[in-house]
């Protein structure tokens, strides 16, 4: 047994709902969880609360299903992993580069290990780790330029790399930042780095066209400070106490930092490196082959947002879970769109079900959907929604958080179940 499934079963002896859908784990008549090998899976499962399947987080290995199903992984470049939170509680050597086509295992923080699925994204801005290069602009208003030493610490992936920036204190009218022309694409974007205090708790501000985030971190730990806009600029920060951040006097930063980016969209994604160019990274696939009749049956995972309110990043919709046969004509279908969670039954949405949900960045949500002869339905967190039946024909494929092969949900997908009992997964 791993040790990522001995923490798994050790969780839910101590809570015995656990990660568990409606109590699906079986158990000895002790009350402790089953050893894996007992576990009583579903027709098809993934990233369950014991790990079978699953690596080390952010060993970049292959995975398979619980039983041993052999999941297919694609990414056309490489991408950063996380071992520890999206944007908080980050230690030296969390952040791991995975290659092209290595799936990227981790928590998103909280509960057990899933696989993390992302759209396409570019960091628009140059010299990423770089501060001291020429890209970047030193700049002040009646106080004086900031100072940036070059690879004075280590880097949230081990590496050092990060440069050590000291911002002197301002006043209310006073500006002391850093800034890159162009550094940022037009319309919203995210802009965003990993920050880190070399004495005490401190603030920095973020700037963007049309607002200012101040963002606070400490010596603890990397923390991911980041700020939203709807219209392109110039990626700044500092201390910027003038009237584009509200007056206010700001105290000096003396702090680590690393990994700036800016991308054109509404949450920041997983960190892209960049020097002399923009860098993108490519959309992710994870598919499985299985045969799943389909005249009942439910699927279900759960989702931990990169990201609040959506999840599709520059789309309009993404997928969660997708059955599909050659084509793809698509069975069953989990998506996201529009504010709204769905279930989706047959290639011409014959039957369909609907619940609003809003995602919060880093907070774990159980996504459902269920079918038989009479109904449809979805569950968020336990909440259901009932529709009309549908149409329902065989299956030959699943899709892992995304359908035909893009749009992906941006978020770490786990606990994935797929069933032919319509109670099964719920």
Not at 10 to 34: K, V
Not at 279 to 285: G, I, L, P, S, W
Not at 316 to 325: K, N, T, V
Request: aromatic fraction near 6%; include cysteine.
């Amino acid at each position: 047994m791993t040790l990522a499934a001995v923490a798994a079963l050790a969780l839910l002896a101590a809570s015995p709902d656990g990660d568990c859908p409606r109590g699906r784990c079986q158990r000895s008549h002790g009350g402790r969880a089953a050893s894996s090998s007992s576990y009583d899976y579903a027709f098809f499962e993934f990233a369950p609360v014991t790990g079978a399947g699953m690596t080390a987080a952010c060993a970049c290995g292959a995975v398979t299903g619980a039983k041993g199903e052999a999941v297919t992984f694609t990414r056309a470049s490489s991408a950063v992993c996380s071992k520890g939170g999206l944007s908080t509680g980050i230690a030296n050597g969390d952040l791991v580069t995975c290659s092209s086509n290595q799936p990227r295992v981790m928590s998103g923080g909280t509960g057990a290990l899933g696989l993390l699925m992302e759209s396409t994204s570019t960091n628009s801005t140059l010299r990423s780790q770089e501060l001291e290069n020429a890209a970047w602009t030193l700049s002040n208003t009646g106080s004086s330029n900031p100072t940036v030493t070059a690879n004075h610490g280590v880097a949230p992936d081990g590496t050092t790399t990060a440069e050590r920036i000291q911002v002197p204190s301002t006043t209310t009218t006073n500006v002391s930042q850093i800034s890159q022309t162009g550094g940022c694409p037009t319309g919203t974007q995210a802009l965003s780095f990993y920050i880190k205090s070399l004495s005490g708790a401190q603030q920095i501000d973020l700037y963007a066209t049309d607002g200012c985030v101040q963002c606070a971190f400490s010596d603890a730990s990397w923390t991911r400070c980041s700020t939203i806009t709807s219209t392109g600029s110039a990626p700044t920060f500092g201390n910027i106490g003038a009237a584009a951040c509200g007056s206010g006097s700001r105290g000096a930063i003396d702090a680590l930092i690393w990994g700036v980016q800016c991308e054109a969209r509404a949450f920041p994604s997983s960190y892209i490196a960049t020097a002399g160019t923009t860098v993108a990274r490519a959309a992710e696939t994870a598919q499985v082959s299985l045969s799943l009749a389909n005249a009942t049956g439910s699927m279900a995972a759960s989702l931990v947002p990169l990201g609040a309110t959506s999840l599709c990043g520059a789309s309009s919709d993404c997928g969660i879970l997708a059955l599909s046969a050659a084509g793809p004509s698509y069975r069953q279908l989990l998506y996201f769109a529009h504010g709204t969670f769905l279930a989706a039954f047959a290639s011409s949405v014959a039957g369909i079900a609907t619940r609003s949900w809003v995602p919060a960045e880093g907070v774990q949500s159980r996504l459902v959907g269920w079918w038989n002869a009479s109904n449809v339905a979805v569950l968020v967190n336990a909440a259901e929604t009932t529709g009309a039946a549908g149409t329902y024909s065989a299956s030959t494929l699943l899709e892992i958080g995304g359908y035909n092969a893009t749009r992906a949900p941006n978020s770490v997908v786990k606990q994935v179940c797929v069933d032919s009992s319509a109670t099964r997964c719920r």
